[in-house]
């Protein structure tokens, strides 16, 4: 394994390499120096200064060998540098790229320089480094490594989490998963009460929101790993918020996903501006780089929403719940009434759910929960309940209806896929 660092041959970039260099000792991997002359350069003047950066590449090399110990490969290429280091990185397979953030006094915090443009084009993870002294105390096993996670239900955040889980292999850390979310677009997710104001956070808001982000950051958690929640109700940009509980966490580390944005769709990248505002160290992670091998985290089925009308389909839905759902998860069982249901037919729909639990489950293995809930919008019910609850899958019974009966009747299990982002199973009846 072999992870790069991108080098100016300046004194910012120097520091930026021994902290790279530090890293790569402590992973057990070698170093590829990599610095990239402008085709202009070349041609204009030439051998000389080939050969002068050749050898300017060749001293800080060694320099780099005598203080980390480990393999350091210099490579000197000429184009543009993201494209150049793009290409480096699909031919010899890197693992990743270390690269000096843009000094202080760089004209818009270097918005679309040459590490922007790295961020962009490369499909590995890309670490700027900024003080990368809390990083090089954490490679000499000084210090535990406190890193701040940017945490929501995406495929960017889980490919972030799926590097900082890789990243615990190597020594002790401290995680923050910090949450940045609108209150308002969050109750509307999970049926609860909408607030007055983006901070008006109700309790139970924030306790579902926690216990959300604590299951999502539950594969991070380790002997020598400790995890935590940090919730932020946001409004503007999701970038800002988490940079300023970054700083007031006093992290070293920054990490969070990025889509690869292009053009006006940067302005609400929350990579792009990380690397940009924070003052600690960031690593953006694409989505593919856990795609290609990094070793993905399996996902864990440990709760499981079943829902029943009580007929025939949805019944048999609830046996499947319990048959997925491993020793010690939980069951919801969920059954919807109309809006205006009276007192008595909410207490009898309870009385048919709790029938409907398997007899072997009542000294099982399985905690089970039930929910009677109403409303006429009966998969909008379901889907809230899902969210609410932080299962990771539900079992819906279709009647398997075709044709003009799937029209005038609809279809609430397809409702409910169509609208909820989270795994579902549906059971059929066996043919007549």
């Known amino acids: 394994m072999t992870i790069a660092c991108a080098?100016?041959?300046?004194?910012?970039?120097?520091?930026?390499?021994?902290?790279?260099?530090?890293?790569?000792?402590?992973?057990?991997?070698?170093l590829c120096l990599v610095h990239v002359l402008p085709a202009n350069a070349v041609r204009t003047l030439g051998q000389p200064i080939w050969e002068a950066t050749q050898a300017a590449l060749l001293e800080e090399g060694r320099r780099?060998?005598?203080?980390?110990?480990?393999?350091?490969?210099?490579?000197?290429?000429?184009?543009?540098?993201?494209?150049a280091l793009a290409e480096l990185v699909v031919q010899r397979g890197l693992q990743g790229v270390v690269v000096a953030a843009p000094r202080k006094d760089t004209p818009f915090l270097g918005l679309g320089?040459?590490?922007?443009?790295?961020a962009q084009a490369l499909e590995v993870p890309l670490l700027v480094v900024r003080d990368g002294s809390a990083l090089e105390a954490w490679a000499r096993c000084e210090r535990p490594l406190k890193v701040m996670l940017g945490v929501d239900r995406s495929r960017p955040s889980?490919?972030?989490?799926?590097?900082?889980?890789?990243?615990?292999?190597?020594?002790?850390?401290?995680?923050?998963?910090?949450?940045?979310?609108?209150?308002?677009?969050?109750a509307e997710r999970l049926g609860l009460v909408h607030p007055h104001s983006y901070k008006d956070v109700s309790d139970e808001l924030r306790e579902a929101l926690t216990r959300e982000v604590s299951t999502l950051l539950e594969p991070l958690r380790g002997e020598d790993v400790t995890v935590r929640v940090r919730l932020e109700p946001g409004l503007g940009r999701i970038a800002d918020h988490l940079v300023a509980m970054a700083t007031d966490e006093q992290v070293d580390l920054l990490v969070v996903g990025t889509h690869h944005r292009k053009a006006l769709a940067r302005l609400w990248s929350v990579s792009h501006h990380a690397r940009r505002l924070a003052p600690m160290s960031v690593v953006s992670v694409p989505v593919p780089a856990t795609e290609q091998g990094m070793g993905e985290e399996p996902p864990r089925v440990r709760t499981v929403l079943a829902t029943t009308d009580f007929l025939a389909a949805g019944d048999r839905a609830i046996a499947y719940a319990f048959a997925l759902t491993p020793p010690g998860g939980t069951v919801h069982l969920l059954h919807v009434e109309p809006a205006r249901a009276t007192p008595e037919q909410l207490q009898e729909a309870r009385h048919q759910l709790e029938k409907r639990v398997p007899r072997s489950?009542?000294?099982?293995?399985?905690?089970?929960?039930?929910?009677?809930?109403?409303?006429?919008?009966?998969?909008?019910?379901?889907?809230?309940?899902?969210?609410?609850?932080?299962?990771?899958?539900?079992?819906?019974?279709?009647?398997?209806?075709?044709?003009?009966?799937?029209?005038?009747?609809?279809?609430?299990?397809?409702?409910?896929?169509?609208?909820?982002?989270?795994?579902?199973?549906?059971?059929?009846?066996?043919r007549a």
């Open 113 to 118: 320089g040459t590490v922007d443009r790295m």
């Open 7 to 30: 080098t100016l041959l300046t004194d910012t970039s120097r520091r930026a390499s021994e902290t790279a260099v530090l890293l790569a000792r402590r992973m057990g991997v070698s």
């Open 158 to 186: 889980e490919a972030a989490r799926d590097w900082v889980k890789e990243l615990e292999r190597f020594g002790p850390m401290e995680v923050v998963g910090g949450r940045v979310f609108w209150a308002s677009e969050e």
């Open 361 to 430: 489950e009542h000294e099982g293995d399985h905690q089970v929960k039930l929910s009677v809930l109403t409303g006429d919008d009966v998969a909008g019910v379901i889907t809230q309940a899902a969210e609410r609850y932080g299962v990771d899958l539900l079992c819906l019974g279709t009647h398997g209806r075709g044709g003009v009966g799937r029209v005038v009747l609809g279809s609430v299990a397809q409702q409910v896929m169509a609208r909820s982002d989270r795994p579902a199973v549906t059971v059929r009846m066996p």
């Open 64 to 83: 780099l060998e005598a203080l980390g110990g480990v393999a350091v490969d210099r490579v000197l290429l000429t184009g543009e540098p993201e494209k």
